[in-house]
């Protein structure tokens, strides 16, 4: 069993990985990190972690004692800024649930992020972990960005059959997205019965998307009422080949993403809960462009499944461990 320490535990992110860790039947839970619940009991942040067998879990300890405990995984999950100022444990695998890591060129901090990274000698030595892409290497991971996740997904394996200029995203996330901070765009009576693009032309994971895709997208996400799941639509030109054929060849052997069948949109509601993806393949018949489709959650695969899935590749684990790969429409 690996022993795992959560830094930042109390947040959204932090309980979707303490909730994968509990279910995980090679991960042990050692330490929970939280600035604001540091000395209480587990039961506070969520009750039930207070009965049967949880009972016995760790109390919370403060995030920088989190952090150095000694774990053979520590898990990040900390606001960008907040995770760039630690220094990363001597010991054990690191993940990093934040952005605070995921390039090695510190000005994309300052242009995208508003922050200058206070560690810019260190951000070569962590790698990006996209297992079905960019499975992750060395010790360090950076762990992908939710919209980032969804659009490489859709586009990455099929980057060198589409025309490079003029892909567009219009992208969707329910509000969690957002972290758990309050701030007024936030509020209900800013989110419900209303749907609100954002950080047009200017969002933090625009560069990530086009570092790994190899070109810039035309990229707009929007907030929805929802409190979980993510869609990203795609609209790209092929060069001639068959993408859909590309996408399910490249996804065969995945029990993660899955490539539906013609005629099959994705849906928000077969995804949320879960820490696996849907992509769906179509031709718009007047312009001939493709739409690429990918829905996930941006709790799951976005966040908390996809750095679980990160360390089960570290492990030599199956990818699948641990993960929630099923879910029901209601």
Known sequence: MASVSIVGASGYAGQETLDRVLAHPALELYALGSDSLAGEAPGTLDPRLGRNGWSRMPRFITNEAALQAGADVTFLCLPHEEAALFDAPPRGVVVDLSGAHRFADPEVYAQWYGFEHPRPGELASWSYGLPELN??????????????????????????????????????????????????????GAVLENVTPYRVGAHQHAPEIAAHLGFPVTFVPHLLPIRRGLLATCVVRSRGADLRELLEQHYAESHVVDVLPDGVVPELARVQQTDGAEIGVFEDGLTGDVILICALDNLGKGAAGQAIQNVNVLYGLDETTGLRLSGVLV
Do not use: F, Q, W
């Open 135 to 188: 499975p992750p290497t060395g010790r360090l991971v950076a762990n992908p960005g939710c919209y980032a996740t969804a659009v490489l997904l859709a586009l990455a394996p099929v980057a060198a059959e589409i025309e490079p200029t003029g892909v567009v995203v219009d992208a969707k996330s329910g509000m969690t997205g957002a972290g758990r901070s309050l701030r007024a765009s936030s509020h209900a």
